[in-house]
């Protein structure tokens, strides 16, 4: 028999109508898989705003103008190999013309080309196939390098120009050619990703062939850069024509393609831990939390007060005679399907059990189908087969960090000794044996991460820089992005949150800086309800979109540079943290989650390109209504909430200042209401935020909330010395934390310095140059040529009576003060 969404077998339920107790017929459990991007045809269909419908056929009429006056046919799919690429190769030519009426036309038609020539296609799918053929065709050709010039000419064109600056409010008019650029340029970026993961592709030389220009600078810039620079100029307000989305889709899918997803991360981390002679990891995230089941949502505040106070429960006579007997703990929180009995008398002590699960005999069952009842009531069936045995072990292997083992070391010493030996790991006489049992434990489980790694290397570095300077910088994809981002970092941070901030469902109408919809709004309002609806959704799908690009985006340089080098991740962490990017996160998480994850803010019947291929039908309710209703959930907001997640893991982790900051923000009860969403990874990321605070949030928090703390100690990792469920910890100090930011901030600095020569400057000068070889020879100095000014020649007297005879050297002040003290 199959399970009933709570993880136990051949049960029946019976419906409720109280309050949040119904929250697992609310939330299914959800098949949803985590990756780093949706289907290609979701994602390509993304990149269009409903409104953009009427611009299809310009890109149509575009074509058919083009191909009348090359004298071929209105037919893509009539002409011949080598009529192809001719006409491509004269497109190529009007879109180096200087009006810009023929280079947009041809612009249009190229673009109608990357869409698959959808006018002559019948279904999606020979459209899909006519598209992947273009443009491996038109990228050959060098369409794509050819458009991101024409992406540059449109910039300096926006940034010089006051049209757009003089409106009040901007539309889809003000971003016409901009969006006609970059569709062309997401569509091939799109496809290059897709076919990347084709190992027998004909088309893997064109891969790499992208991979390689886009760590190319077009100019001055790489691609990146300049789409996040478009970013910036947005937020600044200094071109709020610029098509928001369609910038962060590309500038998402061109890091993605660059620098690579889950698959290329985990291959560099295998071979980064080879390089440094460490053990290869046996487990992956992804993949243990696959196996694992979601969890049913804690009891919520109501079935607490309500298990605290029975008296005041209106329950029927017969629900009454039904919980005198047998019933069962509640373990939905657990990996277990073990189901435990108990007595009346061991849960009626004020204990963590606030929510029961009811067990009465079968024939029970149809008397009370019909009642309502503020619990889960599960009828047993004799007949069903037992339930599955419960795992014996936890999922993840326990680890331990060489400094957990030096602190145990230093307690240890301390208390059995009376002295402790800095810096020694080995001796261990004068300790119990328990003790020597306790460490071999603990060096089995040792891990070492690569950041650790880093980290000790930057300090024999800083302790010896002439002896042991940094050696050859390798020079991969990510080192080579960030060289070029460092200087600006901050402001990308500020920029990307501050989008986030507008997108984000709970922010308040507010006159921001820039506008968010400048590439949705029609020049005409919907007259009509239905177009109202319509436009209303559109807004609402913009929005879940944007959110979509930035936290992928976010995500995707976190853990890149986490990998490249630790300081490189904690630079982009710490500026993360001063924009505020924590309570903006906890400030997304704090509504009715549910109802995001849930969302069907789309229209799959206008979706491209189901949109433009057949008979399409006249707008109606029903037209609006049609959906997959099969899929309880929407995969872009799913995915939002857990890239979000896993960022502020990424800021919080091993950081004790930013932990006090989620207990200060009171993120426990925003946090536990995320659980209500039944997707393992999703609660896993929860549950590891909710680990690392809960030390902080004191008895009674940790008294109420047992069944989370089950949950956490079945689901997440542990740390074989570490006090998470109590506060007793050496690191609970709160006279450290600020210590330990300004310490890391300081190292973070002196690396940025050191490698790349930026950074504060210190004594009124700078450190760039401090370990830079000085020329100590007189003859040599003496020779150096040094061109003056005319005003210093000029000026020459003045300077030598000043800063010469009237200025009493360092030698004349120390023989005097010598002379004196003699």
């Given at each position: 028999m199959g399970t009933n969404g709570n993880g136990r077998r051949g049960g029946a339920k019976l419906h409720m109508e109280e309050g949040d107790c119904n929250n697992d017929m609310e939330s299914p459990e959800l098949d949803f898989v985590y990756d780093d991007c949706d289907t290609q045809a979701n994602e390509i269909a993304e990149l269009y705003s409903y409104t953009e419908h009427p611009e299809f056929q310009l890109n149509v009429k575009a074509f058919e103008e083009i191909m009348e006056e090359f004298n071929f046919p209105p037919s893509w799919q009539r002409l011949t190999e080598s009529q192809r690429r001719t006409i491509i190769m004269k497109l190529l030519e009007y879109l180096d013309l200087a009006v810009n009426d023929i280079r947009m036309r041809a612009?249009?038609?190229?673009?109608?080309?990357?869409?698959?020539?959808?006018?002559?296609?019948?279904?999606?799918?020979?459209?899909?196939?006519?598209?992947?053929l273009n443009i491996f065709n038109l990228y050959e050709m060098g369409v794509f390098s050819a458009f991101v010039e024409l992406l540059n000419l449109e910039i300096v064109r926006s940034s010089t120009s006051t049209v757009?600056?003089?409106?009040?409010?901007?539309?889809?008019?003000?971003?016409?050619?901009?969006?006609?650029?970059?569709?062309?340029?997401?569509?091939?970026?799109?496809?290059?990703?897709?076919?990347?993961?084709?190992?027998?592709?004909?088309?893997?030389?064109?891969?790499?062939?992208?991979?390689?220009?886009?760590?190319?600078?077009?100019?001055?810039?790489l691609l990146p850069v300049q789409l996040l620079n478009m970013v910036t100029h947005i937020c600044a307000g200094t071109a709020s024509h610029f098509p928001m989305k369609k910038v962060l889709l590309l500038l998402w899918k061109i890091l993605l393609v660059y620098l690579g997803g889950i698959k290329e991360l985990k291959d560099r981390k295998m071979k980064l831990r080879e390089k440094?002679?460490?053990?290869?990891?046996?487990?992956?995230?992804?993949?243990?939390?696959?196996?694992?089941?979601?969890?049913?949502?804690?009891?919520?505040?109501?079935?607490?007060?309500?298990?605290?106070?029975?008296?005041?429960?209106?329950?029927?006579?017969?629900d009454r005679a039904m919980r005198r007997q047998t019933f069962m703990k509640q373990t939905s929180l657990d990996e277990s399907d073990e189901q435990i009995y108990v007595d009346k008398e061991e849960t009626s002590n004020g204990s963590e059990d606030y929510s029961m699960e009811f067990q009465s005999m079968p024939n029970e069952g149809p008397q009370n189908s019909n009642q309502n009842c503020p619990y889960y009531m599960y009828y047993k069936q004799f007949d069903s087969p037992p339930p599955p045995p419960p795992p014996k072990s936890l999922p993840w292997q326990s680890k331990v960090r060489q400094k957990d083992i030096d602190n145990f070391l230093d307690n240890v010493r301390i208390k059995f000794i009376g002295y402790s030996l800095p810096g020694d790991r080995q001796t261990i006489a004068g300790l119990p044996n328990p003790i020597h049992e306790g460490l071999d434990i603990l060096k089995k489980h040792i891990y070492t991460s690569i950041s650790e790694i880093q980290v000790e290397r930057e300090m024999e570095i800083s302790r010896s820089p002439l002896t042991k300077g940094e050696k050859e910088i390798e020079e991969t994809e990510t080192e080579v992005l960030y060289r070029e981002m460092v200087p600006n970092l901050p402001q990308y941070m500020i920029a990307l949150l501050k989008i986030l901030l507008a997108a984000a469902p709970t922010s308040i109408a507010k006159t921001y800086p820039m506008n968010i919809m400048a590439d949705l709004l029609p020049e005409e309002m919907p007259m009509t309800v239905l177009q109202s609806l319509k436009l209303g959704i559109d807004v609402n799908r913009h929005k879940e979109i944007i959110v979509k690009a930035v936290t992928a985006t976010l995500l995707l340089l976190l853990k890149h540079f986490k990998l490249n080098h630790v300081y490189q991740f904690e630079y982009m962490s710490q500026h993360l943290v001063f924009a505020n990017c924590m309570p903006l996160v906890l400030k997304f998480f704090n509504q009715n989650i549910l109802a995001y994850v849930g969302a069907k803010n789309t229209i799959p019947i206008f979706d491209f390109p189901a949109c433009v291929i057949g008979e399409q039908p006249e707008l109606t309710k029903e037209c609006l209504d049609i959906g997959d209703t099969s899929v309880p959930y929407s995969w872009r907001n799913v995915f939002s909430c857990i890239n979000l997640l896993r960022i502020l893991n990424k800021l919080t982790k091993w950081k004790n200042a930013r932990i006090m900051m989620l207990v200060v923000f009171k993120s426990a009860p925003i946090l536990k209401r995320t659980l209500k969403v039944r997707h393992a990874l999703m609660q896993f990321y929860v549950l590891k935020l909710l680990k690392m605070q809960t030390k902080h949030l004191g008895r009674q928090w940790?008294?109420?909330?047992?069944?989370?703390?089950?949950?956490?100690?079945?689901?997440?990792?542990?740390?074989?010395?570490?006090?998470?469920?109590?506060?007793?910890?050496?690191?609970?100090?709160?006279?450290?934390?600020?210590?330990?930011?300004?310490?890391?901030?300081?190292?973070?600095?002196?690396?940025?310095?050191?490698?790349?020569?930026?950074?504060?400057?210190?004594?009124?000068?700078?450190?760039?140059?401090?370990?830079?070889?000085?020329?100590?020879?007189?003859?040599?100095?003496?020779?150096?040529?040094?061109?003056?000014?005319?005003e210093f020649k000029e000026n020459y007297e003045i300077w030598l009576e000043r800063e010469v005879y009237n200025n009493e050297s360092f030698e004349s002040r120390f023989y005097t003060n010598g002379a004196k003290t003699i």
């Open positions: 612009a249009r038609c190229i673009l109608y080309l990357a869409q698959g020539c959808w006018a002559e296609m019948q279904s999606d799918a020979e459209q899909a196939h006519w598209a992947r757009a600056s003089r409106k009040l409010a901007e539309s889809l008019a003000d971003s016409t050619h901009l969006r006609v650029i970059l569709s062309v340029l997401y569509l091939i970026t799109e496809h290059m990703r897709t076919e990347s993961y084709n190992e027998n592709s004909e088309y893997q030389h064109l891969v790499q062939l992208f991979k390689e220009e886009l760590g190319t600078p077009y100019g001055e810039e440094y002679g460490l053990a290869p990891i046996a487990e992956d995230t992804l993949e243990v939390v696959k196996g694992m089941r979601a969890s049913s949502p804690p009891p919520s505040a109501v079935d607490m007060i309500e298990n605290q106070n029975p008296s005041q429960r209106k329950i029927k006579d017969v940790r008294k109420t909330n047992m069944k989370t703390i089950s949950a956490i100690y079945s689901k997440v990792r542990h740390r074989l010395n570490d006090d998470w469920a109590y506060g007793n910890d050496v690191d609970a100090r709160p006279w450290d934390f600020q210590d330990e930011e300004c310490a890391l901030r300081a190292c973070v600095e002196s690396f940025h310095r050191r490698r790349y020569g930026i950074g504060p400057i210190t004594g009124g000068r700078d450190h760039e140059n401090d370990w830079s070889p000085v020329d100590t020879n007189i003859n040599s100095v003496l020779d150096t040529n040094i061109e003056l000014d005319e």
